[in-house]
């Protein structure tokens, strides 16, 4: 019954997307207001209907309603409640429901809180905001029904997948769905711009808190997966640069490119056509991961779908949605109306260049990722583009990046004197040069990138912290004075602070760990050890362990430096029952600034185990530099301005914008 | 914006457009020098038992070998850390050596890939043995390879 409601509710909302597509979209053509207020309640409405079909799924996960094909086949009553839960989403149809739910999440909240929009751009970005939804509805509802019952069911259902029975996957589709299918919201706001023929800087101003909480959620939503795999593929890496995690991160690049060109929107009207262009490409590079790690084109954790009629659909999806929008762009862009002059040595020149680099970095990355599907598409070759590829191209390109971005925030708008800025940034150029000196000094004859990494990271994080200090008057105000202006700064330019401060430590961490490692690997007994950098790893004992769906071997190790004990580790091999499948399950140890790592590997006879241990230095810098981007995205989320400052729109052009031939 | 600049506009905006263009040709301009230079050195084409036979690698030349693991061929070297095992697509068998910790869907008479180089002994070494963790544990290219010398049996899967 629960599940047929589910179905119901599914159909519903199909019906409610079709009449919120066409309707407000032709009262705004029409200028007829009772049209167009349709837009808002019809976009909660279908909110509530996806979300009781969510529920229903949900329920009938956690009550193991194994009469429910979907249910049978991904989750099992054995499992701990809060994997009975995240089965709703570990799955190619469920997770079809999350993605619609989120869709339909975004336009409900426009509809609640966009009450100061004006009423045209209301009823046309939720319109178009309800266009993608009626194409995913109809693509669940046709090919992927979560709701099918089977008869008779079986006993007991075939368990989730192992692997993503752990915490970080518990928690990482949501995230990363909220922030990729978030962006649509952007895309649905850049639609409605064209169709209107106007962008201004309140539109910026609207559409920015969409981009940025997309953003948030998308950030954190990475850094789950990324730290999912590091603790529990057992390989010790936290990027492998797999086109499913590629996937999620191009939509990112252009999703940050869209959030500094917006502010060049809001602040200087400017760079118009540019940034609906990034909105448009941001959800159609969401659109294309979707299709990417949904079709089953890849082989991967993600890839649930592996049904031909499905990757055939979800393609014609993407087709009409990039495709059209693209061709709505090329016809209505040039009609909107450029603003602000700079010079190249500006902020807007900064943030241009900005762009350029995150741009062409996702350039990179696109062709990394699809280059070797199109090459076994055409010519029936197969081959790998692995990390080496895109060590060789993304990270020169961050280089530049990391180094502007040092100045960027200094310069002025319009126009501004490089000179100066180079001045008041000595300070930083000398914390880069002794960083440099202590790393290649450290790390002498291992490699001159793990230098030249952490010196640009201390460039980072020293000019962000100038900037900031300056804001606030340190070293011309009294401690007073500085403590008020602090409190005093918009929220925007302390998440500013910390969004870049955040990078500079990731940049950091991610050259330690890519640099500095030390792995050893070593076949040993109870008793033996493995010393690697100044640690000594022991094995103690191997203990048979049972979990509520598994059984376990659980290795004891110890480990010592210079005889002090400093960390207990019990990595375990577990045998999920259900599935007869093995997992590996590290166990790390963190002091916030390296990781010790150990993975007991498989028996060897006569009481010998396999056994790798590493060293890594920085990687929590991985994700306290993440962690700290998200939080700046969140301060900045809090700002005032995005909040109470954009209520009207101007009516007429102030003189500062003057009539201008098109951008 | 002040008078002088407006009287300018024209000049300016296309200036400023011309900066931009520039910009953006030079970046585009970097990244394919970027990618070519990347693509020369860091492609990895996946060859199956058979492949591997008929063509000339290069000495060292890294290259992903795939197929079934042979069923009773897996040894452990007295080291207790390397392990060989022979790849099989039913046609040809390569001998594998490798030294690290093996996935943990690796077994033998299931689908493997493993990355590495050809050694003049005419053994694999091994530098990675991938664990793509499909459900079915049938990585796509070892699924296409097997079609190919027609030995797919739709239950292998």
Known sequence: ?663 | MSATSTGRTPATRKKKRLYAVLAGLTMLGVAAALVLTAFEDNIVFFYSPTDITQKDLRPGQTVRLGGLVEADSVKKADDGVTTEFVITDTNKTISVRYAGLLPDLFREGQGVVTQGTLGSDGIFLASEVLAKHDENYMPKEVADALKKSGNWKETEK
């Open chain 1, 1 to 663: 019954m629960i599940a047929e409601i589910g179905h119901f509710a599914l159909m519903l909302a199909l019906v409610v997307a079709l009449v919120q597509s066409i309707l407000p979209m032709a009262g705004a053509a029409r200028g007829n207001h009772s049209w167009m207020a349709t837009a808002a309640p019809s976009a909660i409405v279908q909110f509530l209907c996806t979300a009781v079909a969510f529920g229903c799924l949900l329920y009938s996960f956690s009550v193991s309603d194994f009469t429910v094909i979907n249910v049978a086949q991904n989750s099992n009553s054995l499992q701990p409640m809060i994997y009975k839960v995240s089965s709703t989403w570990g799955n190619h149809e469920g997770s079809m429901v999350l993605w619609v739910l989120i869709l339909a999440l975004f336009g409900g909240m426009v509809a609640m809180f966009g009450g100061n929009l004006p009423p045209t751009l209301k009823a046309r970005t939720l319109s178009v905001q309800s266009m993608v939804a009626f194409g995913f509805l109809l693509f669940i509802l046709a090919t992927s029904n979560p709701f099918e019952r089977l008869n008779p069911p079986p006993i007991d259902g075939r368990d989730l997948n192992p692997l993503l029975q752990d915490i970080g996957l518990a928690l990482h589709p949501p995230m990363l769905y909220v922030g990729y299918v978030g962006f649509s919201i952007s895309f649905s706001f850049a639609i409605a711009a064209l169709i209107e023929g106007k962008v201004d800087a309140a539109w910026a101003r609207w559409v920015r808190p969409w981009t940025l909480l997309a953003w948030i959620f998308l950030t954190a939503g990475i850094l789950l997966g990324s730290w999912w795999a590091y603790y529990e593929l057992g390989w010790g890496g936290w990027w492998y640069w797999d086109p499913v995690e590629n996937a999620s991160f191009m939509p990112w690049l252009v999703g940050t490119a869209l959030l500094h060109s917006a502010i060049v929107v809001e602040k200087r009207d400017a760079l118009k056509t540019w940034t609906i262009l990034l909105a448009i490409l941001t959800f159609s590079l969401s659109l294309i991961g979707t299709f990417l790690v949904r079709s089953g084109v890849l082989t991967s954790v993600h890839a649930f779908a592996t049904d031909p009629e499905r990757g055939v659909f979800i393609l014609a999806l993407l087709v009409i949605a990039i495709g059209g929008s693209l061709a709505l762009y090329a016809w209505r862009a040039p009609a909107l109306k450029g603003g602000g002059l700079f010079a190249p040595i500006s902020r807007e020149g900064s943030l241009i260049l900005n762009n350029l680099l995150l741009t062409t970095a996702c350039a990179t990355v696109f062709i990394g990722t699809l280059y070797p599907l199109l090459l076994d598409a055409m010519t029936g070759d197969k081959i790998s583009v692995g990390p080496p590829f895109f060590n060789a191209t993304f990270v020169p390109l961050m280089i530049p990046l990391i180094i502007a971005l040092g100045f960027g925030p200094m310069l002025s708008w319009k126009r501004s004197d490089l000179k100066g800025v180079v001045q008041r940034l000595q300070f930083a150029l000398v914390v880069a040069a002794v960083v440099t000196a202590i790393a290649a000094y450290i790390t002498w004859g291992r490699s001159i990138f793990g230098a030249i990494g952490l010196g640009l990271s201390g460039w980072l994080a020293a000019s962000v912290l100038i900037e900031f200090g300056s804001r606030i008057g340190i070293g011309r105000a009294s401690a007073g004075d500085v403590l008020r202006r602090a409190v005093g700064l918009p929220r925007a330019a302390w998440g500013m602070m910390l969004a870049h401060l955040g990078f500079a430590v990731l940049a950091a961490g991610a050259t330690g760990a890519s640099v500095w490692q030390d792995e050893a690997i070593q076949s040993i007994k109870p008793g033996d050890s493995i010393t690697i950098a100044n640690y000594e790893f022991t094995l103690r004992n191997v203990d048979n362990v049972r979990g509520p769906n598994y059984v376990a071997q659980r290795g004891v190790f110890t480990v010592k430096e210079d005889g002090t004990l400093v960390a207990t580790l019990a990595p375990e091999r577990r045998r999920y029952l259900v599935q007869g499948t093995d997992t590996t399950e590290s166990a790390i140890y963190s002091n916030g600034i390296a990781d010790l790592y150990a993975v007991l590997g498989e028996p060897q006879g006569q009481g010998r185990w396999i056994a790798k241990v590493y060293f890594k230095p920085l990687v929590p810098w991985i994700w306290l530099g993440g962690t700290i981007m998200v939080l700046g995205g969140i301060v900045s989320l809090t700002d005032r301005r995005l909040r109470v400052g954009a209520p009207t729109r101007k009516q007429a052009p102030t003189p500062a914008s003057a009539p201008a031939p098109a951008e």
